[in-house]
Every structure is written in C-alpha cells, then in structure tokens.
C-alpha cells in the first residue's frame, strides 16, 4: 500500500491491476486515498466513525480530477467524519459521479480556471440545493437521532426510555406514525396525504402554519392543534440550529384575531403588539426575589442582569463557566450550535458567592435533589405577577434606552448569530455592554447582589 502524494500525472501513471486492489494513500491529506482494481480507479475518504473505520466514496478517477476529488475530500467528507457524522447516511449525500458532474460544465467551459477554491464554492452550492429538498419526515429523523443521543448522554437510559413515548407521540402528530384512523393524520390533503411528513420543510411558512391552524381547529379541536404545533415547535428549533437544514427563522401562526388565545406554548401572532412586556416595577420585583431561597433568587437575578433564556440559566453547567474571563457557553441552544454569554461584574460576584455557598455540582444552579434546577419561579406581589422570560424582554428593554446597537444587543441575547451566521460569526466580547446595561439595572433598583 504505498504513500504518495495523489496527483494527477500519478493517478494517470499508475496501471489498472491484473488482480486484487492496489491502495494509495496521500501523504499530504490524512484519509484522502486512491483505489485502482482491474478496471477502473476511484477516489475515497477515509476515516474512524463510531470506533470503526469506513470509506465514503468520492468518485472514478476517468470522470474526476485529482485536485476535484482532494477538495471533495478535505472541504466536505473528512470534516463531517471527523465530526462524528457518517456522510454515507446523511440526506445530503449524492451519489458517486454527482461532484463530476458538478465540475465537469465549468471544467468544459474553463478547463483552466477550476481552482481547488471554485471547487469549494461549487459544491457548497450543489449541497444547498440538495438541502432544500429536505422534507419534514427527515429532518425530525436527523432530531430523534440527536435528541435520543443527547437524553442519555445527560440523564441516563432511564430518562431516555421517559422521553421515547414523547418523541413518538410527537412524530405521529406530523404525519410519520404506522397507522391512523379513518381521518388519517393530522393536516392531511389530497396533495399530502401524510399531512406535513412528506412535505419539504422550506415550505412551511407562516401562511401555511395559519391555514393549518385554523383547520386543525376547525376539524380535529383546539388541544389537537396545540399538540400539533407543539411537535413543529420542537421540529424548527431543531432545524434553526443545524447548518445542514435550509431554515434560519421560526415560523409563527398568522393569527387573525391578533388575541393569541389557544396559541401552543412558544408560539405568537404576527400582528403587532402595542405593549411592551417588562417588568413593570423593577425595585419591587428585586425586594420579592430576595425573599426567595438563594439558588432560585441567584438564578433570576443572572437571567435579568445577562438576558438570556430561562431555559439557558438552567441549564447552565460549572465547567462551561468562565468567571475570570466573564462568560458562559452552550454548546446548542434555541436557535444556534454555540454560543457564549458575556457576565457583568455583578453576575461574576453573584455566582462566585453560589460557588462558596453550594460548592460546584455538575449545574450552577441545583435542585432539592442535586441535579438540576427544572423552573424558575414567578415573581409575584399581590396582584402582580412577573414571569422568568419577562427578566430577558428587561434586559433588552434597557438596553435600548441606554442606547446599545441593535447587533450588539441581539448578539447577547442570542439572535444575533442564529441559522447560517452562527457557524463562521466569531462571537464578539460584549461584555462592556453587559456591564453597562447591569450597571443600569442596579441603579434602577438600588440593590446590590
């Protein structure tokens, strides 16, 4: 199995063999290699996937260039592989001539200019294409696979075994179990008989998600359609955070009434809302949460002086903490595969008072029985009553009226940096406007934590 580097005047060079396989490996690309049997002389990528070792083949060596299949194998295969990801099972995949054929129109009308570089951009445009013939049914496939592994990674085959009667419950709302009854599944049409399974996930829009909201109402009940967009919640929040999903916003239902009753939980109107959702007396909500216990208190207090999600605050684990340097990180969350948050001097005493008073656990924030914290609490004074989410919609509120840019802003809430601009946007150091909106908020309540 000789070591060399595969070019083009070697592959060319090299003879068919009379028998068995002759393998050449490249000494410059680690799992680029080269195959030549008796007739014919193909292209693969090569590495470990799961603790064993697979090759996804690239293409035949008489339809494609040397230099077309290294770029194949460096730009695309090896790094998904590398990743965990077996390019052969993936929806994107193609078949073994389809990056040829790509190149070879260009390559035919200049052969000369077909750098390594025009081979990138082709195929990232071959694969978008392909993307966007994705359906429902296979994205919430590539979601269970995720989701299955990621419930027992954290929490055990217990909690994993928990949740599959979810997910299934879930898949059979969007069209993919065995069986139904006479009506058939949910949103179903003549067109889709399998409801919204089949149907490309670029097609579901706002327009589409109000249409079938009204429906579902109309024929199956209101709690049907609240379970039903429950499971496409679920599906798009999914789908925002991966690149290889063609879907970088959440659609929402077009709600004529403009009222939002019935919504599911997650879910909004499109038409405007004249009233701004705050925290309508920041002193008093600051007094109440002080007379709670100090892992809840400490946790509402983080989520008002950072704005981020409850959902985040919770789920918020003490080696994913940097107090030194003043951030926190995820490694995916509502609508990006990573993300850092940026901690004001406020949050980093806060947390560092947690830490001498709770010691570090695998959470910051723990339940009564050591494992994480699973709600924060409402803030309430008589009659009023402040939500968890209502501290991140504050923070942003005085953002604003201190005057932080709308890219800044968005950027430490998370918005900034969803769909495709989350995986190649370096993350920017926000936290002097962190500290300055913090700075605010503690004037404003007259505290100190």
């Known amino acids: 199995m000789p070591h060399q580097k595969i070019t083009q005047a070697l592959v060319d060079g090299l003879p068919y063999q009379d028998s068995g396989t002759l393998w050449v490996h490249d000494t410059e690309l680690a799992g680029f290699n080269l195959s030549i049997g ?49 390019p052969r099972a993936k929806q994107l995949s193609d078949d073994d001539q389809a990056y040829a054929r790509i190149l070879a129109g260009i390559r035919e009308a200049r052969p000369e200019d077909l750098s390594d570089q025009m081979a990138r951009r082709i195929i990232r445009g071959k694969a978008k294409r392909r993307a ?131 919504l599911p939980k997650g879910w909004q109107t499109l038409r405007a809302q004249n009233e701004v959702e705050r925290i309508s007396d920041i002193r008093a909500w600051w007094r109440q949460t002080d007379k709670m216990t100090v892992i809840p208190k400490s946790a509402l207090k983080v989520a008002l002086l950072t704005g981020m999600r409850p959902t985040e605050v919770l789920a918020m684990k003490w080696e994913n903490v940097d107090l030194d340097a003043g951030k926190v990180w995820f490694g995916m969350t509502k609508t990006t595969d990573y993300r850092e948050v940026a901690l004001s001097s406020w949050s980093v005493a806060q947390l560092r008072r947690l830490e001498a008073m709770t010691g570090r656990q695998e959470y910051v924030f723990t339940g009564p029985t050591g494992g994480r914290l699973l709600s924060l609490p409402n803030v309430t004074r008589g009659k009023d009553r402040w939500t968890p989410k209502q501290c991140r919609k504050e923070w942003q509120t005085v953002a604003v009226e201190i005057g932080i840019g709308d890219t800044r802003r968005r950027a430490q809430v998370g918005k900034g940096l969803g769909g495709t601009d989350g995986h190649y946007v370096v993350t920017p150091d926000l936290r002097d406007v962190v500290q300055r909106v913090a700075d605010e908020i503690m004037r404003r309540v007259e505290g100190a934590v």
Not at 55 to 78: M, Q, S
Not at 166 to 174: A, F, M
């Open 38 to 86: 008796q007739r014919t002389k193909t292209y693969y990528a090569a590495g470990e996937h799961g603790n064993r070792f697979i090759r996804v083949k690239i293409g035949r060596a008489d339809v494609t260039k040397a230099n077309e299949a290294r770029a194949v194998a460096r730009d695309v295969l090896l790094p998904e592989i590398r990743r965990g990801v077996d």
């Open 132 to 262: 966007d013939e994705l359906t429902v049914g296979q994205v919430w496939a590539m979601y269970e696979k995720y989701k299955r592994a990621s419930i027992l990674e954290e929490q055990g085959p217990e909690k994993a075994r928990r949740a599959e009667t979810h997910i299934t419950q879930q898949r059979r709302y969007l069209g993919g179990a065995d069986t139904y009854g006479k009506d058939g599944p949910y949103a179903s049409s003549l067109e889709w008989p399998k409801g919204w399974w089949d149907r490309p996930i670029t097609d579901i829009t706002p327009e589409l998600c109000s249409t079938t909201w009204r429906d579902l109402n109309r024929t199956r009940g209101r709690r049907t359609a609240q379970m039903f967009f429950m499971a496409v919640q679920v599906l798009f929040n999914y789908a925002v955070a991966k690149k290889e999903v063609p879907v970088t916003s959440h659609p929402m239902v077009i709600d004529a009434a403009g009222d939002g009753i019935g």
